[in-house]
């Protein structure tokens, strides 16, 4: 079978939105606490909503863990608050900052 040369990207796109359908299944997102993210101590930053900041971020549903595609809404120095789209559902949680690699753009994560 042949590479699709119009959109080659495509089939990597879809095998991550598999993986975050099945992972899903396994249980809820996980999220930092609010011991871990100590808020009311430490500096919150919000990213604007235009241009949208993208990321590829490991997180878990239940006991799977998955990296996708996030969009970057806010960070501390330790923490990032991500949101995952999952079959149009838009989920949101922290994670740990070394669980995140800024993108350009989205598209860059299939490349």
Not at 13 to 21: D, G, S, T
Not at 37 to 54: D, F, G, M, N, Q
Not at 74 to 91: K, Y
């Amino acid at each position: 079978m042949g590479a699709n040369r119009r959109y080659p990207d495509l089939s990597a796109q879809r095998a991550q939105e598999k993986a975050l359908r099945e992972a899903r299944t396994s249980g809820p997102l996980h999220t930092l606490t609010d011991d871990q993210l100590r808020l009311h101590s430490t500096v919150l930053s919000i990213a604007p909503e235009r241009p949208a900041l993208w990321g590829l971020a490991w997180v878990r549903f239940g006991d799977v863990d998955v990296r996708c595609v996030v969009r970057l809404r806010r960070w501390t120095s330790a923490a990032v608050g991500v949101e995952i789209d999952v079959d149009g559902d838009v989920l949101r949680c922290w994670v740990w900052r070394g669980a995140v690699d800024r993108l350009g753009a989205r598209e860059d994560a299939w490349r």
